[in-house]
């Protein structure tokens, strides 16, 4: 059930934003090179390593300068990434990632290998669901970059604080998930990006 409401809602939304889409990644593409579109391996269900999309927000080679980013100070971001990043309209291609059945609507949003390694047995619970593009850890964290903006060690801060709390939040998903709690949080999502 959950797979076909995945399959609908991407194709629905793919169709219903694709005019944007393309204006978004002609923006992205026209005003820095590199390209309009990221790709990063991230940790799926079961362990199993995908390739995200995102529009690219960052100058080209950023991802070798650390894998935090610190909100409005970071200068890796480009004109065009402070705004998909606070609209959050970068994550907008992976409606394409949902359709492939990388992802979920909803569900423990994709880390990168380097902070899965660090999960501890109880947390790698949240890799027996398919990862989503909105979850319980993302509307409580919705601002995590200003978070980790006024951090004096960033990285530390989300080892240490932001990503332990994400994690208690994605097992609670886990434990809990229904298809009543996704539709909750999609307009849960739905609420905290349009009031913001």
Same mark, same amino acid.
């Given at each position: 059930? !959950?797979?076909?409401?995945?399959?609908?809602?991407?194709?629905?939304?793919?169709?219903?934003?694709?005019? =944007?889409?393309?204006? =978004?990644?002609?923006?992205?593409?026209?005003?820095?090179?590199?390209?309009?579109?990221?790709? *990063?391996?991230?940790?799926?269900?079961?362990?199993?390593?995908?390739?995200?999309? !995102?529009?690219?927000?960052?100058? #080209? /080679?950023?991802?070798?300068?650390?894998?935090?980013?610190?909100?409005?100070?970071? #200068?890796?971001?480009?004109?065009?990434?402070?705004?998909?990043?606070?609209?959050?309209?970068? %994550?907008?291609? *992976?409606?394409?990632?949902?359709? !492939? /059945?990388?992802?979920?609507?909803?569900?423990?949003? #994709?880390?990168?290998?380097?902070?899965?390694?660090?999960?501890?047995?109880? *947390?790698?619970?949240?890799?027996?669901?398919?990862?989503? =593009?909105?979850?319980?850890?993302?509307?409580?964290?919705?601002?995590?970059? %200003?978070?980790?903006?006024?951090? !004096?060690?960033?990285?530390?801060?989300?080892?240490?604080?932001?990503? #332990?709390?994400?994690?208690?939040?994605?097992?609670?998903?886990?434990?809990?998930?229904?298809?009543?709690?996704? =539709?909750?949080?999609?307009?849960?999502?739905?609420?905290?990006?349009?009031?913001?």
């Amino acid at each position: 059930m !959950k797979r076909l409401f995945d399959i609908a809602a991407s194709l629905l939304a793919l169709g219903l934003l694709s005019p =944007l889409l393309l204006v =978004l990644a002609a923006a992205v593409a026209i005003t820095s090179p590199g390209g309009a579109f990221f790709r *990063q391996v991230r940790v799926g269900r079961n362990g199993r390593p995908f390739e995200l999309l !995102k529009f690219r927000s960052m100058r #080209p /080679g950023s991802e070798a300068r650390g894998q935090i980013t610190v909100g409005e100070r970071d #200068p890796r971001i480009t004109g065009v990434g402070h705004f998909l990043r606070r609209t959050k309209m970068d %994550e907008l291609p *992976q409606l394409i990632n949902i359709l !492939k /059945g990388d992802m979920s609507v909803v569900g423990p949003r #994709p880390e990168v290998p380097k902070y899965v390694a660090l999960y501890t047995p109880e *947390q790698r619970a949240v890799l027996s669901v398919r990862p989503g =593009l909105s979850s319980l850890a993302s509307i409580a964290y919705i601002n995590e970059n %200003e978070v980790l903006g006024r951090s !004096k060690d960033p990285e530390r801060t989300y080892v240490e604080e932001v990503m #332990p709390a994400k994690l208690a939040l994605d097992l609670q998903y886990v434990r809990e998930q229904s298809l009543w709690l996704d =539709l909750s949080i999609i307009v849960r999502t739905a609420l905290r990006l349009f009031g913001r």
